[in-house]
């Protein structure tokens, strides 16, 4: 079973930086795509960010082009999602989720397994 533990959210004003990381644990992480998601009260989870299992691949919302960027470190079992220039509609809970794969996916439906999510909240 996949364990996923997001960390780093956190209440920041506009135009600041936030940097999210999320460990894995339990399988082969060079096995899985791993992607960011986010959710806001009301709403679906929204994708955020994808890479395959080794960087060569890399997809991002439109709504996050050029501000966020998620890379991973293979050897720490860790993804992270570094994001600049935040705005206030960047607020929401953070998932990162795993999924057993070679390409990456947008469908939230897809991911096997989900983080508890964590917190980023921006004020204006």
């Known amino acids: 079973q996949v364990q996923l533990v997001e960390s780093g959210g956190g209440l920041v004003q506009a135009g600041d930086s936030l940097s999210l990381s999320c460990t894995f644990a339990g399988r082969t992480f060079i096995s899985y795509s791993m992607s960011w998601f986010r959710q806001t009260p009301g709403e679906g989870r929204q994708f955020v960010a994808g890479?395959?299992?080794?960087?060569?691949?890399?997809l991002y919302a439109d709504s996050v082009k050029g501000r966020f960027t998620i890379s991973r470190d293979n050897a720490k079992n860790t993804v992270f999602l570094q994001m600049t220039d935040l705005k206030p509609e960047d607020t929401a809970v953070y998932y990162c989720a795993a999924l057993m794969s070679i390409v990456v996916v947008f469908g939230a439906d897809d991911y096997n397994y989900w983080g508890q999510g964590t917190q980023v909240t921006v004020s204006s």
């Open positions: 890479m395959n299992w080794n960087g060569g691949t890399t």
